[in-house]
C-alpha cells in the first residue's frame, strides 16, 4: 500500500511540476506583447512567434496588451505562472526606464522576471510632419526655435525610450517641445502623418515605411553610424550631436522562475530565428540590429541598461512621473 500510495503521489507531483524541455510545450504559448500592432515591439514578436510555432510544432499566439507605456502588458507577463506558457516582449523602456522613473511600480525588473534572449536593438529617428517644410536639423532646430509654442512630439507613453529620447533632442539642440503620449504606435505615427503633431521620436523600423513613402521626413538617427539601407538618413553624431547616439532593444522575457531547461531552449531557438538569412535581411532593411546572448548575459545586460539610463532620467526630472 505504501508504494503504491508513494507512486500515486509521484505522478502527482510530475503532473504539477513546471514543463520541462523535453516534452515542452505540449499546448499553445502565448506571447504577451505590451505594445500595440504595428510597432516594432509587435512584429518581432510575430517573427519570433512564427519560428517557434514552426520549429517546435505548438501554436505561439501573440496577445497584444497595451498601455502605460508598455507595463501593463509587462505586469501580466510578470505574474503569469511560470509554467513555459507564458512569455512575452520585454525592451528598454519596460525593464530600465520605467522602474526608475516610477519607484512605486508594481514590477522589479531582476526578481520579477526570467530573462530569456536578446532579440533585437534599433535606432530612433526623428521623423517630421512633411509639411512643416522641415528636411534637416538646421531646419527643424530653426523652425522651432522662431515658434511661440513648443514643438509637440509623440512616444508610446510616458517614461518610454522614445519620450526620453526626445527630451534629450530638445536639451541639447536648446529647443522647447511638448511631449503628447500615446498608447501606441500605430496611433501616435497616424496622428504625426495627419499634422495633429509635429514630430515623433520611434524606432527606424517603426517609421521605415513611413518616410519610404513620403508621408514622414525623417531628419536624423540616433545610431552611431549611418545605418547601411538609409544611407541618406544622417546621424545626429555626425550632425553635431554625439551625445545623441542611442538605440532601444527588444528581448524575450518570462516570469520569474522558468524552468531553466525550457530558458535554455528558447534562446537557442530565438538565436536560431534571427540568425535566418530572411530574417537577417528584414532586419537590416526594417533598421533593426540582432545579437545573441545567453539567458546569464542578457540578465547582467538588463541591470547594465538600468544603471546606465538612471542618471539620464534624473537629469530629465522623470522620476515620479511615470505611469
Known amino acids: 500500500m505504501f508504494r503504491l500510495l508513494a507512486a500515486a503521489f509521484a505522478g502527482l507531483f510530475f503532473a504539477l511540476s513546471p514543463a520541462s524541455a523535453q516534452d515542452w510545450p505540449t499546448r499553445p504559448v502565448r506571447i504577451i506583447v505590451p505594445f500595440g500592432a504595428g510597432g516594432t515591439g509587435d512584429a518581432l514578436g510575430r517573427v519570433v512567434a512564427e519560428h517557434l510555432s514552426a520549429s517546435l510544432k505548438q501554436q505561439f499566439v501573440v496577445e497584444n496588451r497595451t498601455g502605460a507605456g508598455g507595463m501593463i502588458g509587462v505586469q501580466a507577463l510578470a505574474s503569469s505562472a511560470p509554467d513555459g506558457y507564458t512569455i512575452g516582449i520585454t525592451n528598454v523602456s519596460t525593464l530600465s526606464l520605467i522602474p526608475v522613473i516610477n519607484p512605486k511600480n508594481s514590477y522589479h525588473p531582476l526578481n520579477d522576471f526570467t530573462h530569456v534572449a536578446f532579440v533585437a536593438g534599433a535606432p530612433v529617428v526623428l521623423a517630421v510632419f512633411p509639411k512643416l517644410g522641415v528636411k534637416t536639423l538646421p531646419d527643424f532646430i530653426a523652425y522651432a526655435r522662431k515658434r511661440d509654442k513648443p514643438l509637440t512630439f509623440a512616444s508610446s507613453g510616458l517614461g518610454s525610450d522614445g519620450h526620453l529620447i526626445g527630451e534629450a533632442i530638445a536639451a541639447s539642440t536648446k529647443i522647447k517641445v511638448e511631449h503628447i503620449p500615446y498608447k501606441s504606435t500605430s496611433q501616435a ?135
Open 189 to 323: 505615427l497616424t496622428d504625426v502623418v495627419g499634422g495633429h503633431v509635429a514630430f515623433s521620436t520611434f524606432t527606424l523600423s517603426s517609421s521605415s515605411s513611413f518616410i519610404r513613402a513620403g508621408t514622414l521626413t525623417g531628419v536624423a538617427v540616433t545610431s552611431p553610424e549611418r545605418m547601411a539601407d538609409y544611407p541618406d538618413l544622417p546621424t545626429f553624431k555626425e550632425l553635431g550631436y554625439g551625445d545623441l547616439v542611442a538605440s532601444t532593444w527588444f528581448s524575450i522575457s518570462g516570469p520569474a522562475k522558468l524552468p531553466k531547461d525550457v530558458v535554455d531552449k528558447l534562446n537557442r531557438e530565438i538565436a536560431s530565428a534571427m540568425a535566418k538569412p530572411e530574417v537577417q535581411a528584414r532586419m537590416r532593411r526594417d533598421g533593426l540590429l540582432t545579437e545573441s546572448m545567453s539567458p546569464d548575459a542578457f540578465t547582467k545586460f538588463v541591470a547594465a541598461e538600468g544603471a546606465r539610463w538612471t542618471p539620464l532620467i534624473q537629469r530629465a526630472g522623470l522620476v515620479g512621473k511615470g505611469p
